[in-house]
T-cell receptor
Framework: RKEVEQDPGPFNVPEGATVAFNCTYS??????FFWYRQDCRKEPKLLMS???SGNEDGRFTAQLNRASQYISLLIRDSKLSDSATYLC??????????FGTGTRLQVFP | DAGITQSPRHKVTETGTPVTLRCHQT?????MYWYRQDPGHGLRLIHY???????DKGEVSDGYSVSRSKTEDFLLTLESATSSQTSVYFC?????????????????FGQGTRLTVV
């Protein structure tokens, strides 16, 4: 079983739609959680950190459920520019950053 | 953008030859990571470093070695390249855990090195 698992997608949604991604992790001792965005043939970049209380940044909302060991990312009012791969990232053992395989999102007009 | 550069950006090499990839940072971050990215596998951790001369293995370390003799440089060496090591390699840097409000800080990535072993 992979340490961090994501649905690979692709998710194809129209502009303006709301889309949600989930990610599960296997190590209950994981400390920190992040969502990264990766555009085609580019390096990953931080989208947002995920706090225990949940957090929001504009159209993006991240949630953490430690009891069920999953993280979610909600994107509201999708834009064409949101098309990318979204990577779930977990910090293990204080220093190992482990990535999920990513979920591909394609927003169409 | 964070000061992190990878070299070379592209390389084609023959099976059995040694290859060294370089990651250079100007941010004085403590942690440096090497990942490989392949279709269907996402980003997988090869090795990482938590200080000068302090390194540890990741999930796919076989066939790779690393060295960090200075804070700013982290080298990844393929002692004898194989076709299975054809991949895109990313270096990342981080200040380290426990230094941000979420308990961990952002990792910044280099632009990647596309390595082809023929």
């Amino acid at each position: 079983r992979k340490e961090v698992e994501q649905d690979p997608g692709p998710f194809n949604v129209p502009e303006g739609a709301t889309v949600a991604f989930n990610c599960t992790y296997s190590n209950s001792a994981s400390q920190s959680f992040f969502w990264y965005r990766q555009d085609c043939r580019k390096e990953p970049k931080l989208l947002m950190s995920v706090y225990s209380s949940g957090n929001e940044d504009g159209r993006f909302t991240a949630q953490l459920n430690r009891a069920s060991q999953y993280i979610s990312l909600l994107i509201r009012d999708s834009k064409l520019s949101d098309s990318a791969t979204y990577l779930c990232v977990v910090l293990y053992n204080t220093d190992k950053l482990i990535f999920g395989t990513g979920t591909r999102l394609q927003v169409f007009p | 953008d964070a000061g992190i550069t990878q070299s070379p950006r592209h390389k084609v090499t023959e099976t059995g030859t040694p290859v060294t990839l370089r990651c250079h940072q100007t941010e004085n971050h403590r942690y440096m990571y090497w990942y490989r990215q392949d279709p269907g596998h996402g980003l997988r951790l090869i090795h990482y470093s938590y200080g000068v001369k302090d390194t540890d293995k990741g999930e796919v370390s076989d066939g790779y070695s690393v060295s960090r003799s200075k804070t700013e440089d982290f080298l990844l060496t393929l002692e004898s390249a194989t076709s299975s090591q054809t991949s895109v390699y990313f270096c990342a840097i981080s200040e380290g855990p426990g230094t941000g409000p979420s308990g961990g800080t952002e990792a910044f990535f280099g632009q990647g090195t596309r390595l082809t072993v023929v």
